[in-house]
């Protein structure tokens, strides 16, 4: 059973810093898709957590997050990113952060944002739920 947790959940914890520090290091191995990824994460997503306006689901093996789902839920509902680490992919953990959120927003298709050059790291999910590109 595939556990997933949230960072909102964490915010007035002592592990919340360990779990953003752990987060940002997952993100940075994909600082290309990012334009100033520091300063996205830091000044702008992580006060959209704290304002309930955004959220990271993640998973964790040996206390290490393995697996990530940033969502930004205002102004609308929308995937920003899901990214596993790579020894860890096949194992459904992208499958279960995604019917997760699946579950919460009440639909299969929510907005994904997903650059053009990852397309083919997503194309699994695109045809497994049957999701439409969008300009």
């Given at each position: 059973?595939?556990?997933?947790?949230s960072?909102?959940?964490?915010?007035?914890?002592?592990?919340?810093?360990k779990?953003?520090?752990q987060?940002?290091v997952?993100l940075?191995?994909?600082?290309?898709d990012?334009?100033n990824?520091?300063?996205?994460f830091?000044?702008?997503?992580?006060?959209?957590i704290?304002?309930v306006e955004?959220?990271?689901?993640?998973?964790r093996?040996?206390?290490q997050?393995?697996g990530i789902l940033?969502?930004?839920?205002?102004?609308k509902?929308?995937?920003?990113?899901?990214?596993?680490?790579?020894e860890?992919?096949?194992?459904?953990?992208?499958?279960?952060?995604?019917?997760?959120?699946?579950?919460i927003l009440?639909?299969?298709k929510p907005e994904?944002?997903c650059?053009i050059?990852?397309?083919?790291?997503?194309?699994?999910?695109?045809?497994?739920?049957?999701?439409?590109?969008?300009k």
């Amino acid at each position: 059973m595939i556990e997933i947790e949230s960072l909102s959940d964490f915010i007035d914890s002592e592990q919340y810093l360990k779990l953003v520090s752990q987060i940002y290091v997952l993100l940075d191995s994909c600082r290309d898709d990012y334009a100033n990824l520091d300063n996205w994460f830091f000044s702008q997503f992580l006060s959209k957590i704290e304002d309930v306006e955004a959220d990271v689901l993640f998973v964790r093996q040996n206390n290490q997050v393995i697996g990530i789902l940033c969502l930004e839920l205002m102004p609308k509902a929308r995937i920003i990113t899901l990214l596993v680490k790579k020894e860890y992919r096949n194992q459904q953990i992208g499958t279960s952060l995604l019917e997760t959120i699946f579950s919460i927003l009440e639909t299969d298709k929510p907005e994904f944002v997903c650059p053009i050059s990852k397309l083919g790291m997503y194309k699994p999910f695109i045809q497994k739920y049957y999701w439409q590109a969008n300009k």
